[in-house]
């Protein structure tokens, strides 16, 4: 395959596996970029990237500027407080004036879903990548996931993948889940009755409403961040149930298989979602998911912006 069907990056469920397969080959030797003493290739030289981030960000702003600047190409972040947001510009004007001054790539984050694909309607010319939407998706979290379980466990195909907590209002967890069902892995999910959306069955994965039968023999355990800033009230009777009925202890993790793989988007809040010691046992690979969203990134940077 030569590339990606689409211009701009906004969900895995409208890619095909060979498009995801692409990307997680692509990312390889990215990461071979950046164990270099100077952490520097001009394959994107020119090109100008503009991150704009509507949600708060540390780790996907900071990995796709990172990116960038390890392909050489120039980066731009802008804060809508900081910009004519606050002066009344609405997002549309935003984005064309981006383009008219040169970008070349569009990275956003919105609290609104389907905000990056109205942007790729309104650019003619500048690439769109959704850094998340809402609740819709997070296509390169979803990459970047696929991408650590299949270096840590070396195939993607028959996995037993459990993904537990909030998935109501978790992007990563839709992206994941498509991602995970293309590539040949079997998909549980598992939270509270109220942090459980419609449709999941639909999607590919098996629903369960208790933790301990979802971790039973799987590969791989994702736990989400519990995401406090969109609960609404009444879906938690409180963060100590919560944690009581759902939280990731050593003793639930042993009921997975011995070498399991533990995963987290982050930020992690300790004690809620994890138990503060998973967060650097030896099965927990969340660091390097962090260093392996940069290459991933740096991948699908290429793709789209056409490095040579």
Aim: proline content about 6%.
């Amino acid at each position: 395959m030569a590339g990606l069907a689409a211009r701009h990056l906004l969900g895995l469920a409208e890619m095909e596996a060979e498009e995801i397969n692409l990307v997680l080959e692509t990312a390889r030797p990215m990461a071979g970029v950046m164990e270099r003493p100077i952490k520097k290739v001009p394959t994107l030289r020119g090109k100008v990237l503009v991150t704009l981030f509507y949600e708060p960000s540390t780790r996907t702003r900071v990995s796709f500027e990172l990116a960038a600047k390890y392909m050489g190409a120039d980066t731009v972040s802008i804060a809508p407080a900081t910009s004519s947001v606050v002066k009344g510009e609405n997002l549309r004007d935003t984005v064309q004036t981006l383009e008219a001054l040169g970008a070349d790539m569009v990275v956003v984050r919105h609290q609104t879903a389907g905000v990056p694909g109205q942007l790729a309607g309104w650019l003619s010319r500048t690439v769109v990548v959704n850094a998340g939407d809402g609740m819709h998706e997070h296509p390169t979290q979803g990459l970047l996931d696929l991408f650590t379980i299949r270096e840590e466990k070396g195939r993607l195909v028959g996995l037993e993948v459990a993904i537990i907590g909030d998935i109501l209002h978790s992007r990563v967890a839709r992206s994941d889940i498509w991602g995970l069902t293309k590539m040949g892995a079997r998909v549980r999910v598992a939270g509270p009755a109220t942090l459980l959306p419609p449709g999941l069955e639909k999607m590919g994965a098996q629903v369960y409403h208790r933790l301990e039968p979802a971790l039973e023999g799987a590969d791989v355990v994702i736990a989400l961040r519990l995401q406090q800033e969109r609960q609404r009230q009444g879906l938690l009777p409180s963060l100590r149930e919560y944690a009581a009925s759902f939280g990731l202890t050593p003793g639930r993790l042993a009921l997975a298989k011995p070498d399991v793989l533990l995963m987290h988007p982050g930020p992690v809040n300790r004690g809620v979602e994890l138990a503060a010691e998973l967060v650097d046992a030896p099965c927990s690979a969340i660091n390097r998911q962090v260093t392996n969203g940069v290459a991933v990134r740096m991948a699908v940077l290429y793709l789209l912006l056409g490095g040579g």
